[in-house]
């Protein structure tokens, strides 16, 4: 039943216009797969949640497992970024759905689920830091049973609160429009404040990537910045609040923005040593994400039609043409099968579905923006993109009315389409989206089922049949200051405590569930603690393969290590013990017998256990 009532209102917004007025087969089919596949996705997505999802035992109601796929890699975990950004495409879905339908509600339980969930992640100790300084803010993945995640990772991430701040107020937006200011005002804006706070406090520091993998300044995450304390700001002014430093930090970020610029395309990653091109899907990623269907084609803000965003994404969709072989034959102005950058080599460096699919939507966008303009441009900057389409164009503005705008908007939707026909080429028969395909055979490959391919299927649609999200105000917030500065703003950070009556409860976890153990000890730099037990994932007592603990929280005042031991088996009880590693090698054991620890089942929300070192 909830499966039929979803496909309805996949079906009632997925599918656009067909391309042409004269449908090829090669049109008809895409139709077709569209159609499909958007209901596959909104499946696909929604076995991915938490609460209700059939692939996501143990998962805490309102977080997304980035993927059902536990190892290699292993993605069974929430991500602040992924759940954000699946987020803000449901709430676009709800928002945008004029009629009442069955599922809008349970579309709007499971905002409400995501945004209580976050309030508890928010206030979760990990090894970025806490929310008393708003440094825990900036942690890229939880487990999904709201505990920390203990190894190592490439941390902070400071895009997520952005993202996660830009999904909120979406849905405080329609709230407050829908009669409902109180919740917006009680419930909300709490945890939005702290995201905001974030933002103003860190966007001057250095951070990792959405790829998670070097460490500097990236174009996405000060784009999502910007958008975030612009939208911020609006929303503060609304419910009769105050975010200060939205207002003074927003025009300072975009003022940074434009550093990214290098006169050709996006550099996606500065402040950092790296012999890497800086062609990257970060950039696309960055101009769709801040995609903006009231705002002109400004370059300072990258909007989709501008000529920076135009001009970049052509230099990086050609920089796969030669790279992968089953792009051989797609020459300039043909759609090709992109990944995340051409240097990749992350799981053999593939195409990925959500580029290719990024690559279209930020095509459509652009469209959708000539359209409503009533014109387009074509500067010095894309005059390269646009005679990919008609070689004897020239620079100029070209109304709608022209036979060169008909020519070259029908040829780039053309091209729009045939991103999304490789996508439909490299789709298995069961409609499954994994992370990436083969660059050789087209064959799903590395995380199946990942919940952000899904969504960017969605979002890629919604916009080839102009359903846009609503305006974010860069109308107000595309002048650039004449100098840049940089003087963040210390913020203040408070838990939330009023949340959403939410449903609780899960797909009960019955084979493993991952359990956060704390201890207190003193130690001296260069020593180190582990755990070990009678369960495999301790290393069955075996000091070689102990499992480590991190002192990522550890401070003067508070001697914690802690450790997320994420194979335990559910129901299980089993033994464990605390022991040292000293610089020389020796082991250290605590003193006393075993411990024991009985494994939950069904849906523990952050089990764990607090010991003391004897
Ligand atoms: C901080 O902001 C200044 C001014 O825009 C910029 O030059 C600098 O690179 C920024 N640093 C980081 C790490 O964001
Ligand atoms: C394709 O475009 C690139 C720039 O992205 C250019 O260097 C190359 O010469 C073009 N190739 C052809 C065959 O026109
Ligand atoms: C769908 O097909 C792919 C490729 O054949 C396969 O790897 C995957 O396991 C299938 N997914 C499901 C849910 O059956
Ligand atoms: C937030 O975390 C702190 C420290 O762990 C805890 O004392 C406090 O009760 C938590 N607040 C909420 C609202 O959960
Ligand atoms: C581990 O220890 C627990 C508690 O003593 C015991 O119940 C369990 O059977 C032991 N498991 C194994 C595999 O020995
Ligand atoms: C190793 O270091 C510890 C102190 O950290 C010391 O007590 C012990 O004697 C050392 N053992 C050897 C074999 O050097």
Redesign the pocket.
Known sequence: MRYALLTSIASVLCVGPLASANPTSKHAKLASYISKEGQRSIVGITENLGGKGSKTPGTAAGLFIASPNMANPNYYYTWTRDSALTFKCLIDLFETSDQDYISRKELETDIRNYVSSQA?LQ?V?NPSGT?RDGSGLGEPKFEIDLNPFSGAWGRPQRDGPALRATAMITYADWLISHGQKSEATNIMWPIIANDLAYVGQYWNNTGFDLWEEVDGSSFFTVAVQHRALVQGASLAKKLGKSCPACVSQAPQILCFLQSFWNGNYVTANINLDTTRSGIDLNSILGSIHTFDPEASCDDSTFQPCSARALANHKVYVDAFRSIYEINSGLSNGSAANVGRYPEDVYQGGNPWYLATLASAELLYDALYQWDKLGKLDITKTSLAFFKDFDAAVKTGTYSAHSSTYKTLTSAIRTYADDFIGLVQDYTPSNGSLAEQYDRNTGVPLSANDLTWSYASFITAIQRRASVVPASWGEKSANVVPTTCSASPVTGTYQ???SVFPTTTGCVPATSIVPITFYLTESTFYGENVYMTGNISALGNWDTSSGFPLTANLYTDSDHLWFASVELVPAGTPFEYKYYKVEPNGTVIWENGDNRVYVAPTGCPIQPSQTDVWR
């Open positions: 508890v206030n100790s929310l838990a939330a405590t």
